[in-house]
C-alpha cells in the first residue's frame, strides 16, 4: 500500500510538520478511505501538546473525518470504492462487553479505540488520524453521509454534531420543551442548531454580547448574556434540559437554578480544574439532575448525520490548508473560529505534487 502523508507532532512542544507513514494492509473488513477533509476539535491541540498526559508520539490528530473509499477489504459489503464516508472519535471497541451489545461503543467497558492515539487490538499499533492522506478503518466503524450536505461542514458533525445530538436525543428534545445551551463555539453552535431542528424553544446562553446576533442566525429563539443576573432570574424554574457545553471552569449553580423540577443540564465540555462543587440543596428541592455525555455510538451517529440531511444542518466553518495548522491551534486558543476549523486535505496533495 502506498506511503501515507500526514501532519504530526514529534513532542509535546513541537510544532505539526510534514510526516509519512505505512498504514496497514487491508484486513477483511477494512476500508480504505482518501481524506478529503477533516475537522479540527479542541481535543487534537490537547492530545499533540500532551495535556491529556496519555500521548503517545508522534501523534498525527484528526478526528472528524470525511473522504471517498478508494478500496475494500475481501470481505467487506458495507461500502464500495467512490462511496462519500465519515469516520468519527472511534475505529474499534471490544464488540463484546455490554455497552458495545448495546450500540453504545463509545463508552465501551474496555476502552474504545481512538481514531488517534489509540492502541490497535490486534497487532498494538498506534492509530494515526485525519490530519493525513488516507485511513484505513474497519467498516463497522465507517459512516455514510447524506448526498445533499456540503462536504467539508460535515466534517465536524463527527465530533460536535455527534457530542450535541447524543445528549439531545437520551434526554429526549422535542417540541414543547425548552432547552438552553450554554456556550457558542464548535458545539454549541450545533447545539443551538439541532435542537432547532428538534422542534424545541433554544435559548442561547453566551457572556459575550456579540454573539446575540450570530446565536439567533443559528436558530436560538433567545439569547442572554449569562453575567448579567437580571437576565438570568428572568428565566428561574423554567428549562426543560441544559446542554452545558463549556469546557472552561465555571459556576453551574447559576443555570442549575433555571432548571425545572425534575430538569436536567447535561455537561459534554471536560475543564481543565473541575467546577467548584454546585449547591446540593440546589439538586435537592426541585430533584434536578446534573449528567455527562460522551460523543455516540456508531448507529447514533448515523442517526445524527441522517438527520442532519433531512434537516440541511452542516457546522459552520472556516476551510483552511494543511500547513496552517499550527496557527489555526493559536487560534482557536483564543476562540477565533467561527465556529470551527476544518483542514482541506487536497492542499497537502498538493504541496506533495
Excluded at 30 to 38: A, N, Q, R
Excluded at 189 to 200: D, I, P, Q, S
Aim: glycine share 10%.
Amino acid at each position: 500500500m502506498k506511503i501515507t502523508h500526514a501532519y504530526a507532532a514529534q513532542d509535546a512542544k513541537a510544532k505539526l510538520a510534514p510526516f509519512a507513514f505505512q498504514p496497514r494492509e487491508l484486513r477483511a473488513k477494512d476500508v480504505l478511505i482518501e481524506i478529503l477533509f477533516c475537522g479540527v476539535c479542541h481535543s487534537d491541540l490537547h492530545q499533540a501538546r500532551n495535556e491529556w498526559h496519555n500521548t503517545v508520539f508522534p501523534v498525527v490528530p484528526g478526528h472528524e473525518i470525511v473522504g471517498r473509499v478508494t478500496a475494500v477489504g475481501s470481505q467487506a459489503g458495507k461500502y464500495k470504492k467512490g462511496d462519500i464516508v465519515g469516520v468519527g472519535c472511534l475505529v474499534d471497541s471490544c464488540r463484546s462487553c455490554p455497552s458495545c451489545q448495546e450500540g453504545l461503543e463509545q463508552y465501551c467497558e474496555n476502552g474504545f479505540v481512538g481514531t488517534y492515539n489509540g492502541t490497535d487490538r490486534f497487532d498494538g499499533s498506534n492509530t494515526y488520524g485525519g490530519y493525513s492522506s488516507q485511513i484505513v478503518v474497519h467498516e463497522d466503524f465507517v459512516l455514510r453521509v447524506p448526498e445533499n450536505l456540503e462536504l467539508a461542514g460535515v466534517a465536524p458533525l463527527l465530533c460536535a454534531g455527534i457530542t450535541t445530538y447524543s445528549p439531545l436525543r437520551h434526554w429526549k428534545v422535542g417540541p414543547g420543551h425548552k432547552v438552553g445551551i450554554v456556550g457558542l463555539g464548535g458545539l454549541g453552535h450545533m447545539g443551538v442548531k439541532l435542537a432547532h431542528a428538534m422542534g424545541a424553544k433554544v435559548v442561547l446562553f453566551t457572556t459575550s454580547t456579540s454573539k446575540v446576533e450570530d446565536g439567533k442566525r443559528l436558530g436560538a429563539d433567545e439569547v442572554v448574556i449569562s453575567k448579567d443576573a437580571d437576565q438570568m432570574a428572568q428565566h428561574t424554574n423554567s428549562f426543560d434540559f441544559i446542554l452545558n457545553t463549556v469546557a472552561a471552569q465555571h459556576d453551574l449553580d447559576q443555570f442549575i437554578t433555571l432548571l425545572k423540577r425534575d430538569g436536567t443540564m447535561t455537561l459534554v465540555g471536560v475543564p481543565e480544574h473541575s467546577h467548584p462543587s454546585p449547591a446540593v440543596s440546589n439538586l435537592i428541592f426541585k430533584r434536578r439532575s446534573i449528567a455527562g455525555s460522551l460523543i455516540g455510538g456508531i448507529a447514533e451517529t448515523q442517526e445524527m448525520l441522517d438527520f442532519c440531511g433531512k434537516h440541511g444542518l452542516t457546522s459552520d466553518i472556516e476551510l483552511i490548508d494543511m500547513d496552517y495548522i499550527n496557527d489555526a491551534y493559536e487560534r482557536m486558543l483564543k476562540s477565533d473560529v467561527k465556529y470551527r476549523f476544518v483542514i482541506d486535505i487536497k492542499s497537502m496533495r498538493d504541496q506533495k505534487a
